[in-house]
């Protein structure tokens, strides 16, 4: 079975930096494409960027230029580098996996557990 381990979210001021990585493990034959999103409570969850398998990337036009998505095929893990952080970025960070099982080739998509990140003002 797919998991995916968050990590790397925290507490940091506005104007800081934090990168949150995303581990998948447990029978993957290939990742596809991966995604960022957040949740703020209240609110419904955005994506905030995406990469392919050939390494093209999307950003919302909210952290264009902030954020960057990036991926480790050999490690089956992704990032994201955040900086300049402001508090509207303030939300839970989840990311999700698309790609294919080891064994039966079957399409997966998972979602990590999620990890807060805070930023002060």
């Known amino acids: 079975q797919v998991q995916l381990v968050e990590s790397g979210g925290g507490l940091v001021q506005a104007g800081g930096s934090l990168r949150l990585s995303c581990a998948a493990s447990?029978?993957?034959?290939?990742?596809?494409?991966i995604g960022w999103y957040r949740q703020d409570p209240g609110k419904e969850r955005e994506s905030v960027a995406s990469?392919?398998?050939?390494?093209?990337?999307n950003y919302a036009d909210s952290v264009k230029g902030r954020f960057t998505i990036s991926r480790d095929n050999a490690k089956n893990t992704a990032y994201l580098q955040m900086n300049s952080l402001k508090p509207e970025d303030t939300a839970v960070y989840y990311c999700?996996?698309?790609?294919?099982?080891?064994?039966?080739?079957?399409?997966?998509?998972?979602w990590g557990q999620g990890t807060q990140v805070t930023v002060t003002g």
């Open positions: 447990g029978g993957i034959r290939s990742i596809s494409a």
């Open positions: 999700k996996v698309n790609g294919r099982h080891e064994v039966t080739w079957s399409r997966f998509e998972v």
């Open positions: 990469i392919s398998s050939t390494g093209d990337t």
